[in-house]
């Protein structure tokens, strides 16, 4: 069974650049999350789909980040413009379960900004 | 405002020892705790977790501890091998809401052959 994937999986832009960052769970997973790790910091929650519908969006930094998950299947994270405090590696992680539980987690996408 | 504190930041364990993080937490509502192993260019991956009606959980060589009313819970790595090197993260989830996770800081483990 193939795992949580994630697309690119290094991106450089300049700021004010937009960057589209993709995300595959596992197959028949209805939960989809994001995280953002800032270099030594935690990792930090940003937003939580129940297949199509984003059930929990509270980590979300500003109106600069949009999440997609089309169809209840793949999700996208978009950040335009993007800010130097941007930068850090991005995790997407999936679970099958509604409920307390393991979350499988993609192998992170590392976005720096210039 | 952190509501996952970890430490120690890192760590170095001579083979054979015992490598031990801590992590405490505030919210009272958290009630499951997993332990993530990363390794570079990795994703976290689920290691060994715990609820908090038990106090120890053990899985091979991995113990958690956990002190309910002290807030605090424990990764205990017995015989430590090189092959744990690796950053370790404590987490804590409640289980109501987007059962999301809350992190720790992370750990780096490094064990000397």
């Known amino acids: 069974e193939a795992g949580v994937t994630q697309f690119p999986s290094h991106s450089v832009i300049e700021k004010g650049q937009t960057v589209t960052l993709r995300c595959d769970p596992i197959s028949g997973h209805d939960n989809l999350y994001w995280y953002r790790r800032v270099m030594g910091k935690e990792i930090k929650f940003l937003l939580h789909?129940?297949?199509?519908?984003?059930?929990?969006e509270s980590g979300m930094p500003n109106n600069r980040f949009l999440a997609e998950r089309t169809g209840g299947t793949y999700s996208t994270l978009k950040v335009q413009p993007a800010e130097l405090e941007d930068s850090g590696v991005y995790f997407c992680?999936?679970?099958?379960?509604f409920g307390v539980g393991e979350q499988y987690f993609g192998p992170g996408t590392r976005l720096t900004v210039t | 405002q952190q509501q996952v504190k970890q430490s120690p930041q890192s760590l170095i364990v001579q083979k054979g020892g015992i490598s031990i993080i801590n992590c405490a937490y505030e919210?009272?509502?958290?009630?499951?705790f997993p332990w993530y192993q990363q390794f570079p260019g990795k994703g976290p991956a689920l290691l060994i977790a715990i609820r908090p009606d038990v106090s120890e959980k053990k899985e091979g060589r991995f113990t958690i501890s956990f002190n309910k009313s002290a807030k605090q819970f424990s990764l205990h790595i017995m015989d430590s091998q090189p092959g744990d090197s690796a950053t370790y993260f404590c987490?804590?989830?409640?289980?109501?809401?987007?059962?999301?996770?809350?992190f720790g800081t992370g750990t780096r483990l490094k064990v000397l052959a």
């Open positions: 992680a999936s679970s099958q379960d």
């Open positions: 789909f129940v297949k199509e519908s984003k059930q929990d």
């Open positions: 987490a804590a989830s409640r289980a109501s809401g987007t059962y999301k996770y809350i």
């Open positions: 919210n009272t509502a958290f009630d499951y």
